[in-house]
T-cell receptor, first 111, second 112 residues
Framework: GEDVEQSLFLSVREGDSSVINCTYT??????LYWYKQEPGAGLQLLTY?????DMKQDQRLTVLLNKKDKHLSLRIADTQTGDSAIYFC???????????FGTGTRLLVSP | EADIYQTPRYLVIGTGKKITLECSQT?????MYWYQQDPGMELHLIHY???????EKGDLSSESTVSRIRTEHFPLTLESARPSHTSQYLC???????????FGSGTRLTVV
């Protein structure tokens, strides 16, 4: 089935690390993505990981993929107030035909 | 800077009106998508296109229709808007290779 799940809400203090988790169900997904959505805006691609990778680091962002457990996480180091947004994980299905999105995690960063 | 553009950004319209939401991309991408997103909720695919003259319905049933006469344009039309159509509509196109979507800023539609 197509079901991508995320926790709904995460609150951290500025300077702390944030970890947003995602579970997916389709083991045939080729790529997994993290998108950021700020209020009233479209989605911005943050990073992606190919399914044969375990980890990908891009500046403050670290993506971990546990393919056995179908678990994906996004770690944001030194979280800033500007990181407050909704974060969606997504998996691509059927040769990039479509993305299936998670429910989104609302990250709130307090000063 | 976004290379995919949606207009209008916000639209408030009365029940029964016909509306067209515009989506254009300058990247020459063949595959384009429309997603519907209710406030604070996940996105659902409602239409997609593999190229000119190709359109398919997505996972979420929608009363809207789409057309793809030119590569760069993928407009979405509601023949008779209803309050249940109130939502945000996001257009996207896909780059060859890793398949990540580039999204427009969205059209927030309110039907009163």
């Amino acid at each position: 089935g197509e079901d991508v799940e995320q926790s709904l809400f995460l609150s951290v203090r500025e300077g702390d690390s944030s970890v947003i988790n995602c579970t997916y169900t389709d083991s045939s997904s080729t790529y997994l993505y993290w998108y950021k959505q700020e209020p009233g805006a479209g989605l911005q691609l943050l990073t992606y990981i190919f399914s044969n990778m375990d980890m990908k680091q891009d500046q403050r962002l670290t993506v971990l993929l546990n393919k056995k457990d179908k678990h994906l996480s996004l770690r944001i180091a030194d979280t800033q107030t500007g990181d407050s947004a909704i974060y969606f994980c997504a998996e691509s299905l059927g040769g990039f035909q479509k993305l299936v999105f998670g429910t989104g995690t609302r990250l709130l960063v307090s000063p | 800077e976004a290379d995919i553009y949606q207009t209008p950004r916000y639209l408030v319209i009365g029940t029964g009106k016909k509306i067209t939401l515009e989506c254009s991309q300058t990247m020459g991408h063949d595959k384009m998508y429309w997603y519907q997103q209710d406030p604070g909720m996940e996105l659902h695919l409602i239409h997609y296109s593999y190229g000119v003259n190709s359109t398919e319905k997505g996972d979420l049933s929608s009363e809207s229709t789409v057309s793809r006469i030119r590569t760069e344009h993928f407009p979405l039309t509601l023949e008779s808007a209803r309050p249940s159509h109130t939502s945000q509509y996001l257009c996207a196109s896909i780059s060859p290779g890793q398949g990540d979507h580039t999204f427009g800023s969205g059209t927030r539609l309110t039907v009163v």
